[in-house]
């Protein structure tokens, strides 16, 4: 099946830097990716629709300035975390969905990146 | 409004004991619906997945759920479970609009399996 690798899978940065976070779609063109956040012990919420060659499109209380994505071509998109601070900490993941199904197409995940920030 | 409810936030069953979590949902149009699987620290894994046909759906390491539109619920079954299903389980919602529509989770139930 499709595969989608995240990179890193844990990263630790001091406040007030910034931080890149890498989801590749390895074996097909992704238009359209997506990325979470979790907090601990909590569900995954939706941040931004990344979407290849124009703007992310951001869920409502999500800094677009303070998390910037790019989407530059149809297998990587890059969620950078500016200015990080302790409260940015958490499990961020990336999902795409395969447009070559022709008619289902389930979500698939990266492995998740566990940022940390002191 | 789109959403999807699990109402167990924690379940504790005993090891080869049945199991069933629960999953509703609330979604305008035909609903894709999927249960996910996360260990501590690890990402998503698909335990199975309904779009259409068949509303019981068979999954991975004995999972199984059935699609109820009259109930909006997709429940996951597993008639008996092992130590390690002990983790944490998300139900999702997603649309037909293929690549361009993210999933909805639901906010997870965390299973724990007692000897």
């Known amino acids: 099946g499709a595969v989608v690798s995240q990179h890193p899978s844990r990263v630790i940065c001091k406040s007030g830097t910034s931080v890149k976070i890498e989801c590749r779609s390895l074996?097909?063109?992704?238009?359209?990716m997506f990325w979470y956040r979790q907090f601990p012990k909590q569900s995954l919420m939706l941040m931004a629709t990344?979407?290849?060659?124009?703007?992310?499109?951001?869920e409502q209380g999500v800094e677009k300035d303070k998390f910037l994505i790019n989407h530059a071509s149809l297998t990587l998109s890059t969620l950078t975390v500016t200015s990080a601070h302790p409260e940015d900490s958490s499990f961020y993941i990336c999902s795409a969905r395969d447009p070559r199904a022709a008619m289902n197409t389930e979500a698939f995940f990266g492995q998740g990146t566990r940022l940390t920030v002191v | 409004a789109q959403s999807v409810t699990q109402p167990d936030i924690h379940i504790t069953v005993s090891e080869g004991a049945s199991l069933e979590l629960r999953c509703n949902y609330s979604y305008g149009a035909t609903p894709y619906l999927f249960w996910y699987v996360q260990s501590p620290g690890q990402g998503l894994q698909l335990l199975l997945k309904y779009f259409s046909g068949d509303t019981l759906v068979q999954g991975i390491k004995g999972f199984e759920a059935e699609f109820k539109r009259s109930q909006s619920s997709f429940n996951l079954r597993k008639p008996s479970v092992h130590w390690s299903d002990a983790a944490e389980y998300f139900c999702?919602?997603?649309?037909?609009?293929?690549?361009?529509?993210?999933?909805?989770f639901g906010k997870g139930t965390t299973l724990s399996v007692s000897s």
């Open positions: 999702a919602v997603g649309g037909s609009d293929q690549a361009g529509t993210a999933l909805i």
């Open positions: 074996d097909f063109q992704a238009t359209t």
């Open positions: 990344s979407n290849e060659g124009s703007k992310a499109t951001y």
